[in-house]
């Protein structure tokens, strides 16, 4: 099976940075794009920044200039680097990565547990 595990969250107050970070494991043969979504309470789940195989970037408008998506493929790790956080970054944030494992013929969505970050004014 594989699995995403998240860690990093936490509180922090605003202007403040945090260090988001995902590990993959399991039967992975390749992972292709990599990527943080996170949900607020009462609202839908949003793309955050995604990271392909070869490092091209895409960020929502909102954290451009402020977040910084990177990855690790030796160690099948995503990391986000979040600097300048505001009140309404605050949501729980999900780990996806797009995977090809041993056990399927095809490529799947994996998501994490989320991590919850929460800035304060």
């Known amino acids: 099976q594989v699995q995403l595990v998240e860690s990093g969250g936490g509180l922090v107050q605003a202007g403040g940075s945090l260090r988001l970070s995902c590990a993959v494991s399991?039967?992975?043969?390749?992972?292709?794009?990599m990527g943080w979504y996170r949900q607020a309470p009462g609202k839908q789940r949003e793309l955050v920044a995604t990271?392909?195989?070869?490092?091209?970037?895409n960020y929502a408008y909102s954290v451009k200039g402020r977040f910084t998506i990177s990855r690790d493929n030796a160690k099948n790790t995503v990391y986000l680097q979040m600097n300048s956080l505001k009140p309404e970054d605050t949501a729980a944030y999900f780990c996806?990565?797009?995977?090809?494992?041993?056990?399927?013929?095809?490529?799947?969505?994996?998501w994490g547990q989320g991590t919850q970050v929460t800035v304060s004014s």
């Open positions: 990271i392909s195989s070869g490092g091209s970037t």
């Open positions: 399991g039967n992975t043969l390749s992972i292709n794009v």
């Open positions: 996806n990565a797009y995977i090809l494992t041993s056990y399927a013929d095809s490529w799947s969505d994996y």
